[in-house]
């Protein structure tokens, strides 16, 4: 496991369980989106996290910067996301 963030397309970052629970203690704020399966997510998932669940093809896409995460999300998530990003 990598002890800093990995950095994917822009404000993304992957962080490890360890990590986000220790900033989570610590009331740092996350915009928290969880890529499992929706069964998986609906019986059981992080408070206030979303569901974006990406397909191998959908992750290559995102990877490779073909797709960007708001293509992925509802129009609500949208707005919710950009502001917590930041210009």
Not at 6 to 20: C, D, K, T
Not at 42 to 71: E, P, Q
């Amino acid at each position: 496991m990598a002890s800093e963030h990995q950095s994917i397309a822009g404000h993304v970052q992957v962080i490890n369980p360890h990590e986000l629970a220790r900033d989570l203690h610590a009331d740092q704020q996350y915009f928290i989106i969880d890529c499992r399966p929706v069964l998986s997510y609906n019986s059981c998932h992080i408070s206030g996290a979303i569901n974006v669940y990406f397909t191998g093809m959908i992750k290559r896409r995102f990877l490779a910067g073909k797709i960007s995460l708001t293509d992925l999300l509802k129009e609500e998530e949208k707005a919710k996301f950009q502001s917590s990003v930041g210009p």
